[in-house]
């Protein structure tokens, strides 16, 4: 069984930064952040491989930037420019073996003036 801890949430202004962060116990292989707003669906925000190898979805592109420390087992968000649209819980991720998938207990960014 995984264990996932995030810290990082918060308020912030509108054009601020926020890094989150993930820890994970036990072998996990992908891991990254999905992200849910009121009344929408949760949406994946970036993951990133052991490897190294990240993806992004296109609202993330350029202004967040997801890394891993695999010593640690800790994937982290740093968000930056910060829009009122980034209003959601974020939930890390990471996958084990079979790919299961196993999910933290989520963290609420607000970006308000």
């Known amino acids: 069984q995984v264990q996932l801890v995030e810290s990082g949430g918060g308020l912030v202004q509108p054009g601020g930064s926020l890094r989150l962060s993930c820890t994970a116990s036990?072998?996990?292989?992908?891991m990254g952040w999905y992200r849910q707003a009121p009344e929408k669906e949760r949406e994946l925000v970036a993951e990133?491989?052991?490897?190294?190898?990240?993806y992004y979805a296109d609202s993330a592109e350029g202004r967040f930037t997801i890394s891993r420390d695999n010593a640690k087992n800790t994937v982290y968000l740093e968000m930056n420019s910060l829009k009122p649209e980034d209003t959601a819980v974020y939930y890390c991720?990471?996958?084990?073996?079979?790919?299961?998938?196993?999910w933290g207990q989520g963290t609420q960014v607000t970006v308000s003036s």
């Open positions: 991720f990471a996958e084990a073996i079979f790919a299961t998938r196993y």
């Open positions: 990133v491989t052991i490897g190294g190898h990240t």
């Open positions: 036990g072998n996990i292989f992908n």
